[in-house]
Each structure stands twice: as structure tokens, then as C-alpha cells.
T-cell receptor
Framework: QKEVEQDPGPLSVPEGAIVSLNCTYS??????FMWYRQYSRKGPELLMY????GNKEDGRFTAQVDKSSKYISLFIRDSQPSDSATYLC?????????????FGTGTQLKVEL | DTGVSQNPRHKITKRGQNVTFRCDPI?????LYWYRQTLGQGPEFLTY????????KSRLLSDRFSAERPKGSFSTLEIQRTEQGDSAMYLC???????????FGSGTQLSVL
């Protein structure tokens, strides 16, 4: 079993829809939770990160972490065609130096006009 | 462009050949990471450097793989005696020691025939 599980999709939604992306994890040592966005043939870029449990909002994006359930979510409001990409959750225990990230498989999102 | 630069962007090689990839991190970043990403999967950690010291290597990094960062600036990743299973995108990322965010390059796509 992988440490981080993520539904690979693909997920197709109409423009303006609210998108919900999720990951579950098994390693209780994870403290930092991140969402990266990856466009085709590009490297991942950080969207948001949260520390421990709670919510964080940045524009149209909201990240939620529930450590008791080992479950994290990313919500995208008013989705746009430019949001079409693969969304990767990533987690870090940040022990012993070095921010070694453990990624999910990524969810492929398509926002259609 | 002041981002992370990786060369070459694509490499096609025959099984058994040696290949070398180069990564130029963001200039002031003292941490440098190598990840590998196969189709439909998230990136997997391979190794990381702090300045010129290689501080951690994943079990994924077999004896055929070697990475260097000789002067604490650019890094090279060499794969000896390539196998078809080495076909993947090799991603480089960099950060400051104090920074949670990793900045990824666009990767080197390796195809082993």
C-alpha cells in the first residue's frame, strides 16, 4: 500500500464548477501538506501548503487538512479552462533535514467551456 | 529565465548505454533534489544535496545511479548501463534551507529503447 493515495481521475467539469480533489495518507509523521499543479511536459509548481490540521484559503483555492482522518482536500471555486492540469498532493515529515516530499499519483483535471 | 534549468529536455538511448543529465538550480539555492516521475505517477524522491554534500539517497537509487554536485552549484545525475525500466521523467528541484517550497525544473524525459 502506498503512503499517499490519490484518485488519478480523469476528472472533467464544466467551467465555473466547484472542484474537489482529495488524498489520503497512512504516515502519521507527515506534518506539512502541499498541493502542486503540473501542466503537461512541465515540472510541478506549488499552489498551497498547510501545516498540521486546518483550512487555508488563497483566492479561488482552499486547502483542508484533517489529520485525525489522514485526509486532505483541495477545493477550486469558479473553475477555469486554465485550471486544466494534473494536481498532485505532497506531504513531508520534515525530520532530519531536507524537505523530502512524498507525492500522490496526481489527479488529471479538465475544465471544459 | 532564473528558474531551475535541466538539460537535455529529452534523451533517447539504447539499453546498456550510459546517460548523464544536468541541473542548474536557482542561483542562491543551497538545496538540490532529484526526483523521478513515471507516466501516471507522482514524482518519487531519489536524492538531495545541501551545498556539495549528498545527504540522503532513496532505496530507489540503485548502484547504477550516481549524482554529484561538485561545487555546490549545478548537479549531474548519471545512469550507467541503462535498462528499459529507467525510462521516466527525471526532475530536479531546488530550495533554500529555510524554505518549504521546492522549485522544480521542466525535467529530462529519458526513453530507453
Amino acid at each position: 500500500q502506498k503512503e499517499v493515495e490519490q484518485d488519478p481521475g480523469p476528472l472533467s467539469v464544466p467551467e465555473g464548477a466547484i472542484v474537489s480533489l482529495n488524498c489520503t495518507y497512512s504516515n502519521s509523521a507527515f506534518q506539512y501538506f502541499m498541493w502542486y499543479r503540473q501542466y503537461s511536459r512541465k515540472g510541478p509548481e506549488l499552489l498551497m501548503y498547510t501545516y498540521s490540521s486546518g483550512n487555508k484559503e488563497d483566492g479561488r483555492f482552499t486547502a483542508q487538512v484533517d489529520k485525525s482522518s489522514k485526509y486532505i482536500s483541495l477545493f477550486i471555486r469558479d473553475s477555469q479552462p486554465s485550471d486544466s492540469a494534473t494536481y498532485l498532493c505532497a506531504m513531508s515529515a520534515l525530520t532530519g533535514g531536507g524537505n523530502k516530499l512524498t507525492f500522490g499519483t496526481g489527479t488529471q483535471l479538465k475544465v471544459e467551456l | 529565465d532564473t528558474g531551475v534549468s535541466q538539460n537535455p529536455r529529452h534523451k533517447i538511448t539504447k539499453r546498456g548505454q550510459n546517460v548523464t543529465f544536468r541541473c542548474d538550480p536557482i542561483s542562491e539555492h543551497n538545496r538540490l533534489y532529484w526526483y523521478r516521475q513515471t507516466l501516471g505517477q507522482g514524482p518519487e524522491f531519489l536524492t538531495y544535496f545541501q551545498n556539495e554534500a549528498q545527504l540522503e539517497k532513496s532505496r530507489l537509487l540503485s548502484d547504477r545511479f550516481s549524482a554529484e554536485r561538485p561545487k555546490g552549484s549545478f548537479s549531474t545525475l548519471e545512469i550507467q548501463r541503462t535498462e528499459q525500466g529507467d525510462s521516466a521523467m527525471y526532475l530536479c528541484a531546488s530550495s533554500l534551507v529555510s524554505q518549504l517550497e521546492l522549485f522544480f525544473g521542466s525535467g529530462t524525459q529519458l526513453s530507453v529503447l
